[in-house]
């Protein structure tokens, strides 16, 4: 069945870095566009970035512009997210997502299951 397996999240000092991995299986994962989301308790979700199904389209949250960079392996069905001078309201916990489009057409069809970062001193 298809399924989505964040990882890679963690405790990390502000200014620290990060790489989260999304890994997908039971659907031709190089077909379809991936996003990453985050929410924090008692906060909204926040789309993060998204990548195109070749990854010749990306694009970021202006609070993470800069700072976070999105990739893909299509040989790996894997995507990361390279997260940089992480500050702590990057805080929360991270799913990534797969979309219904080979582009980032914003309709996601199916979810992980989250992985945590938390950024403190």
């Known amino acids: 069945q298809l399924q989505l397996v964040e990882s890679g999240g963690g405790l990390v000092q502000p200014g620290g870095s990060l790489r989260l991995s999304c890994a997908a299986s039971?659907?031709?994962?190089?077909?379809?566009?991936i996003a990453w989301f985050r929410q924090a308790p008692g906060k909204e979700r926040e789309g993060v970035s998204c990548i195109s199904s070749s990854g010749g389209s990306t694009n970021y949250a202006d609070s993470v512009k800069g700072r976070f960079t999105i990739s893909r392996d299509n040989a790996k069905n894997t995507v990361y997210l390279q997260m940089n001078s992480l500050k702590p309201e990057d805080t929360a916990a991270y799913y990534c997502a797969a979309d219904r489009s080979s582009i980032c057409s914003g309709v996601f069809g199916s979810w992980g299951q989250g992985t945590q970062v938390t950024v403190s001193s």
């Open positions: 039971g659907f031709t994962f190089r077909y379809y566009a």
